[in-house]
C-alpha cells in the first residue's frame, strides 16, 4: 500500500515527458483525472526515448501496482515513471512507495 501523500500533477501534452517519480518507485497508483489518454513509460530515470512499452490511460482510468509488473518491458531497475499527454495537458493523481 503506498505511504506517501498523493500527488496531484498536470502532464503536458506530449512529445515531452513528465516526470513522474521524484525517487525510485516500487509500487504506485496512477488516475488520469483528465480528458486526454496519457502514456506512461517507466525506465531506469533517463527521459524515455520513445514510446516503446508505454501504457496509455484513458480519461477516468486507473492503474495500480508495481513497476516490474506494469512495465515489465521496461528492462532491469526500471523505478522511475514517466508520462505525457496524447494533445491537451491532462491532470494526474499520482502515489508511490
Do not use: H, K
Not at 4 to 12: E, G, H, K, S
Not at 44 to 71: C, E, H, K, M, W
Amino acid at each position: 500500500m503506498p505511504t506517501n501523500r498523493p500527488l496531484n500533477l498536470t502532464v503536458a501534452p506530449g512529445p515531452a515527458w513528465t516526470e513522474l517519480t521524484a525517487a525510485d518507485c516500487v509500487n504506485f497508483t496512477l488516475t488520469n483525472n483528465g480528458p486526454d489518454v496519457i502514456f506512461v513509460q517507466a525506465t531506469t530515470g533517463s527521459v524515455p526515448a520513445n514510446t516503446d512499452g508505454a501504457i496509455s490511460i484513458g480519461p477516468r482510468q486507473g492503474l495500480q501496482g508495481s513497476v516490474a509488473t506494469n512495465f515489465y518491458g521496461a528492462g532491469a531497475g526500471a523505478d522511475r515513471l514517466f508520462a505525457f499527454a496524447a494533445s491537451v495537458a491532462t491532470s494526474v493523481s499520482f502515489q508511490a512507495d
